[in-house]
C-alpha cells in the first residue's frame, strides 16, 4: 500500500467504522434480540429485576386470578417474565439509526405501551452483561474489518 492510499484510507476511516459497526449490529441483531428475551424470561430489565415475590405477594401480577390464569397455561408465577401469549416478546426488534450509529430495541406488539407504561422503558434493553458481549463482539468485527481494509 502506497502511502497516497494509506491516507485516503485515513480520510475515509469516520465512515469506514460507522460501516463496520452497522454491518455489526444488524449480523447481530437476532441475537441481541434473542438476549433481551432471556433477561425478561428470567425476571430481568437492562438495569437489573422485575418484580418478584420478594416485593409482592402476587410475584409482581396483579391478583390471585392471574396467576391461576398463568398456571392454567403452565406458566411459571414466580416474577414478572412479560410473558404471556408470547406475542409481545416475538415482536421484539432492533431498531438502528446509521445516521447517529445508534440503537436501541422496540417491539410492535400493540401491548408495548401499556407494558413500558406498567413496567418501564427498561423491558426493552440489554443488561450490563449482555452489553458486555455485544461491545465485545463489535469490537471483534472492527478488528477484523479494519484489518481488512487496510491490508
Known amino acids: 500500500m502506497t502511502i497516497e492510499q494509506l491516507n485516503r484510507k485515513l480520510a475515509n476511516i469516520e465512515t469506514k467504522v460507522r460501516s463496520l459497526v452497522g454491518q455489526s449490529i444488524k449480523r447481530h441483531q437476532k441475537e441481541i434480540v434473542k438476549l433481551n428475551r432471556e433477561q425478561l424470561l428470567k ?3 437492562s438495569e437489573g429485576k422485575l418484580k418478584t ?3 409482592d405477594p402476587y410475584g409482581g401480577y396483579k391478583s390471585a386470578s392471574w396467576i ?7 406458566r411459571q408465577t414466580q416474577y414478572v417474565d412479560l410473558r404471556f401469549s408470547g406475542d ?3 415482536s421484539m426488534y432492533v431498531k438502528f439509526d ?3 450509529l445508534s440503537f436501541g430495541m422496540d417491539a410492535t406488539d400493540k ?3 401499556i407494558l413500558i407504561h406498567h413496567w418501564g422503558e427498561e423491558i426493552l434493553g440489554l443488561n450490563d452483561a449482555n452489553w458486555e458481549w455485544l461491545l465485545d463482539t463489535i469490537t471483534d468485527d472492527l478488528y477484523t474489518g479494519l484489518k481488512a481494509y487496510f491490508a
Not at 68 to 74: A, E, I, P, Y
Open 43 to 45: 425476571g430481568e430489565d
Open 53 to 55: 415475590a420478594e416485593h
Open 68 to 74: 391461576k390464569k398463568r398456571k392454567k397455561k403452565g
Open 88 to 90: 409481545f416478546q416475538k
Open 98 to 100: 446509521s445516521t447517529a
Open 111 to 113: 401491548k408495548k405501551d
